[in-house]
């Protein structure tokens, strides 16, 4: 079982900056993250792709955030971050963090419970 776990959320004025941090965890030592990723959700709209980062720390986002939102990664401490600066009101949302692990040949998408990230005056 894999667990994600994200931080960093909260209400901040437009222009702002936050930091996510997501970390993973999961019993046994049979497995590898490979790619690990930021998603978001805003009120009655679908997730959407926000960045990714591969294990050797290869990164692509998307054109809303390209030169806004940094990702990266402590491989030693199976956690992803994700440096949020020039907020705008549209990137409220609930971010969740998504992880592929592998077990030998198999490999299965996990994600966090979210965390809300509210950008408002």
């Known amino acids: 079982q894999v667990q994600l776990v994200e931080s960093g959320g909260g209400l901040v004025q437009p222009g702002g900056s936050l930091r996510l941090s997501c970390a993973a965890s999961?019993?046994?030592?049979?497995?590898?993250?490979?790619?690990m990723g930021w998603y978001r959700q805003a009120p009655g709209k679908q997730r959407e792709f926000i960045a990714r980062i591969t294990r050797g720390g290869v990164t692509n986002y998307a054109e809303s955030v390209k030169g806004r939102f940094t990702i990266s990664r402590d491989n030693a401490k199976n956690t992803v971050y994700l440096q949020m600066s020039s907020l705008k009101p549209e990137d409220t949302a609930v971010y969740y963090c998504?992880?592929?692990?592998?077990?030998?040949?198999?490999?299965?998408?996990?994600w966090g419970q979210g965390t809300q990230v509210t950008v408002s005056s």
């Open positions: 998504n992880a592929l692990v592998w077990r030998g040949s198999r490999g299965d998408n996990y």
């Open positions: 999961a019993s046994g030592s049979d497995y590898t993250i490979s790619d």
